[in-house]
């Protein structure tokens, strides 16, 4: 699903956007359209996204957040995982109790897991899975067990809301032998999503499609 993407562009669907913005970022030329957010996902608006999006061509993923706003129709599903939290429920806790509802309507073929290290601890998503902040060492061992031990295909390094450093960026991506890296966070400009995606693999813009999209939309032809 991720092999050919480059850019992602993230739609909350507890976030208003206009018929005409939507067009704008769906013809963007992104590589594909991932919906979700930490609160407020509903069913309702998971389905209102999917129906308006579904009008054109490019790719749509759903990143679970909650079992109850899982709707079929996706090109994809992505069940995030967190790793650098001791709250079991956020690493496959709440993933093992789903699957004990879902599992019979679950075709495994169109789910990947999302294998997070969250670092903005001002972020929703960090507070919400009760994660740490990892010292040097714990957030190197963490990459490790993830990269070399695990040998995830991607991992998602999130500063959901500011840009993370550029530095600890490159140190991080530095570390992966096996996994690509997925980076998400506070990428407003064509500028920004040059210098982060000349070290990440994918770059995820979110909250500036609904800030200046006119910014965001320069952020595709500067990520490939
Ligand atoms: C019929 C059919 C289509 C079947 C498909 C079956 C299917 C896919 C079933 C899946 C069921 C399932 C396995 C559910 C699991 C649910 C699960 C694991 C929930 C845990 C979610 C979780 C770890 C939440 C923690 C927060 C987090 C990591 C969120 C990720 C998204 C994120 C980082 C959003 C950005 O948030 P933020 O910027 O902080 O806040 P805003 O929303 O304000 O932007
Ligand atoms: O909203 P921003 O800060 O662009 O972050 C994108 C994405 O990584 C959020 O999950
Ligand atoms: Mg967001």
């Known amino acids: 699903m991720l092999s050919n993407v480059k850019h992602i562009f993230k739609l909350d669907p507890n976030k208003e956007i206009s018929d005409e913005n939507l067009q704008r970022v769906c013809e963007s030329g992104t590589d594909l359209i991932l919906v979700g957010g930490t609160d407020g996902v509903t069913e309702d608006n998971v389905l209102d996204l999917l129906a308006r999006v579904r009008r054109y061509s490019v790719p749509l993923a759903l990143e679970v957040t909650n079992v109850d706003s899982v709707t079929a129709g ?42 997070y290290i969250i670092l903005n601890e001002d972020s929703k998503a960090f507070k919400k899975s009760n994660a740490y902040l990892p010292d040097e060492k ?22 959901s809301g500011k840009l993370g450093s550029i530095d600890k960026v490159k140190e991080i991506s ?20 040059g210098e982060y995606s ?13 800030d200046d999209l006119k910014q965001a939309l320069k952020t595709v032809a500067r990520s490939k």
Do not use: C, W
């Open 74 to 115: 996706f090109d994809h599903y992505f069940v995030p995982s967190v790793f650098n939290t001791d709250d079991i429920n956020y690493r496959d806790g709440i993933l093992a109790q789903a699957l004990e509802s879902h599992f019979p309507v679950i075709d495994f073929e169109e789910i990947s897991l999302f294998p």
């Open 138 to 159: 714990r957030l190197t061992s963490i990459l490790h067990m993830m990269d070399k031990l695990y040998k995830f295909p991607y991992i998602y390094i999130e500063y």
């Open 174 to 193: 530095n570390t992966l032998e096996n996994s690509k890296m997925i980076y998400g966070g506070g990428i407003r400009n064509a500028e920004e999503a």
């Open 198 to 210: 000349e070290v990440a693999d994918i770059v995820v813009v979110g909250n500036a499609i609904y």
